[in-house]
């Protein structure tokens, strides 16, 4: 990393303004003791471990971030509060207010990691000898800006997280009018080739451009899905989150939650 290169774990003054009014105010202090490490600090600590990949016994103390028990906490915490579904949804309705949203079409991938441990939403991974593994769940807008994330076991058909994932897309406001959840078109590879799906998009009014098995490669599809696998590409570039090294998947989930919201606050950046 160069000199004059902003280390990706400090949080910035304009991200900081959207992400305070988020947090839960913290509780009574009940036992006297040192004082509480600020949430810009621990906030710090948690991004320092997500872009690392380091164990959070080994955070280094001398950057000031506190514990990394103490990050592990608030980070449990603000997730339970929603804090990062709330926070992506403040950048969806600038993106929506700037008109930077492309509704015309939406995509849906997924990608298998490895499961360092088991816990909850693992299992035996069908293209890794059956170890233990997860399922990031992906679907983003035309160009590429997440609109919903997910995690499942390994062994999860992709087919089966296409309506969950699209029922948690967030009504986004911004524009005068009712907020839209909804895109127009639905791309797909072979992994979601299912008539019984198709149905059900199309009662939803959206169209179903779906990649059917048996046929060669070339369809053409790929001219708009390239756009979804650079997105799982961001968020594996995550170190955190190319290995799942926790047993809680609500960690994991909050790890996956934060990096969207991260993607997604570069593109506010670059195009509002």
């Given amino acids: 990393m160069g000199k004059h290169q902003p280390r990706p774990w400090v949080v910035s003054d304009e991200l900081w303004s959207l992400i305070e009014p988020l947090l839960p105010e913290p509780g009574p202090k009940l036992v006297a003791g040192r004082p509480r490490v600020p949430d810009r600090q621990a906030l710090c600590g948690i991004l320092f ?31 339970e509060a929603g804090v990062w579904d709330q926070l992506h949804l403040v950048l969806l309705r600038k993106l929506r207010s700037a008109k930077k949203l492309d509704w015309s079409r939406a995509v849906i991938d997924s ?25 990031h769940h992906v679907l983003t ?35 005068v009018g009712r907020p839209r959840h909804r895109p127009d078109m639905l791309f797909a590879d072979r992994g979601y080739d299912h008539d019984k799906y198709r149905r059900l998009l199309w009662q939803r009014g959206i169209r179903p451009v779906i990649a059917a098995r048996g046929q060669q490669h070339g369809t053409g599809l790929g001219s708009f ?44 950046q670059r195009l509002c």
């Avoid at 997440?146 to 897309?169: F, Y």
């Avoid at 390239?226 to 590409?233: G, P, Y």
């Avoid at 809680?248 to 790890?255: G, L, M, P, T, V």
């Fill in 49 to 79: 471990v997500l872009h690392t990949g380091i164990q959070w016994e080994y955070l280094p103390q001398e950057l000031g971030f506190g514990s990394g028990m103490t990050c592990w906490r608030r980070l449990a915490t603000w997730n």
């Fill in 111 to 135: 990608s298998h990691v490895r499961a360092a441990r088991r816990g909850p939403k693992g299992g035996p991974s069908p293209v890794d000898r059956a170890r233990p593994g997860s399922k």
């Fill in 141 to 175: 807008d035309g160009q590429g800006i997440p609109l919903a994330v997910s995690l499942t076991g390994g062994n999860r058909n992709d087919v089966t997280q296409l309506l969950p994932l699209l029922d948690k897309v967030p009504a986004v406001a911004g524009v």
């Fill in 225 to 268: 899905r390239w756009v979804v696998e650079r997105t799982i590409s961001w968020l594996h570039g995550f170190r955190r989150l190319r290995i799942r090294w926790e047993r809680r998947d609500d960690i994991h989930e909050a790890f996956l939650g934060i990096a969207t919201c991260l993607i997604t606050h570069r593109h506010v």
